[in-house]
């Protein structure tokens, strides 16, 4: 029997990094998203585990804004299969794609990504300054 009679197991913690270094996310700054039990080590080891529990990829699938079912089910083998049969290499090199027409603005999409980091930074800027002030507190209390 080969390898293809089997189905092969996707491996959860893969695409969790996959996607996350898509989205230009750092693993500590995903831990600061999930929570303050969460720290770059557990997101490490996390992204290590072949399968994860349905609610945390839940929570990640809407940190990183894709689908679960992307985080679930993406198997890159397949995903290169399905590109390398849908798309004719010397067609499109040649003739189809010599105007190629972006829905997107680039530009606009770069302006989107930054801010989405700045709105990130400041979150956790604000959160250390309330840590901060709470640690203050303490240090008054004693």
Same mark, same amino acid.
């Given at each position: ?43 490490? =080891?996390? /992204?290590? +585990?072949? *399968?994860i529990e349905?609610?945390? &990829? #839940? ?53 989107? =990504?930054? /801010?989405? +980091?700045? *709105?990130?930074?400041?979150?956790? &800027? #604000?959160e250390k ?14």
């Amino acid at each position: 029997m080969t390898n293809n009679t089997y189905p092969k197991k996707i491996h959860h913690g893969r695409n969790v990094k996959r996607f996350r270094e898509m989205m230009g996310l750092k693993q500590d700054a995903l831990s600061y998203e999930l929570g303050y039990d969460w720290n770059q080590q557990k997101v490490s =080891l996390l /992204e290590q +585990k072949e *399968a994860i529990e349905a609610g945390i &990829l #839940k929570q990640i699938a809407v940190i990183l804004k894709v689908p679960v079912e992307a985080l679930e089910n993406f198997d890159e083998d397949q995903a290169v299969n399905i590109i390398a049969n849908t798309f004719n290499i010397d067609k499109d090199a040649y003739i189809g794609n010599s105007n190629p027409i972006f829905n997107i603005n680039p530009i606009d999409e770069i302006k989107k =990504l930054h /801010e989405e +980091k700045i *709105a990130l930074f400041e979150r956790m &800027l #604000k959160e250390k300054d309330e840590m901060m002030v709470r640690l203050e507190k303490l240090l008054v209390k004693q």
